[in-house]
Nanobody, 126 residues
């Protein structure tokens, strides 16, 4: 059974930075596309960023492009999200997700991911 555990959330002022981490266990991490999604209060969960198994291909949602960076360490079975220049609209619960069956056409879709963490809260104050 694959388990994903996020950490690193918290409260930060607008313009600040946070780094989220996700540790995986119980599966074949190096074969998974990993992603971060987020969900703001009263809104649907949305795609933030994804990174392919080899770590060389990463993709970002338009709202975070240029501010967030996703990276992974297959030797440690971890994926991280470095978030800079945070805005109040970045507030939400951030979820780590993974799957071996994601394609170039489906990496933004929630249903493409088999494994999910419990989420970590990020709050950006204005």
């Amino acid at each position: 059974q694959v388990q994903l555990v996020e950490s690193g959330g918290g409260l930060v002022q607008a313009g600040g930075s946070l780094r989220l981490s996700c540790a995986a266990s119980g599966g074949s991490f190096s074969s998974y596309t990993m992603a971060w999604f987020r969900q703001a209060p009263g809104k649907e969960r949305e795609y933030v960023a994804a990174i392919y198994p080899n770590g060389h291909s990463a993709y970002y949602g338009e709202s975070v492009k240029g501010r967030f960076t996703i990276f992974r360490d297959n030797a440690k079975s971890t994926v991280a999200l470095q978030m800079n220049l945070l805005k109040p609209e970045d507030t939400g619960v951030y979820y780590c997700a993974g799957s071996p069956r994601v394609t170039i056409y489906t990496y933004k879709e929630l249903i493409s991911y088999d494994y999910w963490g419990q989420g970590t809260q990020v709050t950006v104050s204005s």
